[in-house]
């Protein structure tokens, strides 16, 4: 999903500044399926508000700048539903550490070794956050997507675990 899709669904739970939408696609497990940065945020904000999918208004704060605070329209949820049941792009995988096994042969063994180590420590921390998610209050589309992650991530440890001497095995038998 493209970043003004990602804003105006999240938008659709209730109205937010641009860092409580970051903070909400953080924390709600969405990095997990598509990116989002404040540097693409706040543009697709402007842009949607520009076109009337969105209406911002400003809340004072002492001390501090006024926040914006973003709410859909009833064309942004009309733009919403429609991006939703247009056919959906193929999913698009891509993994640095996928990219560094295709070449793991030409790499030491404790390489491979630290690579496996990384990426399983990174995964397990995401299936944590799913973990802590899932105990939430969550609507039925949201316990989907965080299962669906869950399953997705559980199977890549579950992998690297089983294979994990075979892979290693691949690593340059240099000396080390």
Wanted: charged share 25%; with cysteine; hydrophobic share 40%.
């Amino acid at each position: 999903m493209d970043v003004r899709t990602i804003c105006l669904g999240i938008l659709t739970r209730a109205n937010a500044t641009g860092y409580e939408i970051k903070k909400t696609f953080e924390e709600s497990g969405l990095q997990h399926f598509a990116e989002a940065s404040f540097g693409s945020i706040y543009p697709a904000l402007s842009r949607l508000t520009d076109e009337g999918l969105v209406s911002v208004r400003e809340e004072a704060q002492e001390k501090r700048p006024d926040r914006k605070v973003y709410s859909i329209t009833s064309a942004g949820r009309s733009t919403f539903l429609a991006a939703l049941m247009k056919p959906l792009p193929e999913d698009r995988h891509r993994s640095s550490f996928a990219f560094a096994m295709l070449f793991s042969d030409l790499l030491p063994q404790a390489r491979v070794r630290a690579l496996v180590d990384g990426y399983i420590g990174q995964t397990e921390k995401k299936l944590v956050q799913l973990e802590q998610n899932a105990s939430e209050q969550l609507l039925p589309g949201e316990r989907f997507a965080a299962e669906f992650g869950h399953a997705m991530y559980k199977a890549i440890v579950d992998f690297l675990r089983t294979r994990r001497a075979e892979i290693e095995q691949q690593g340059l038998q240099a000396a080390e």
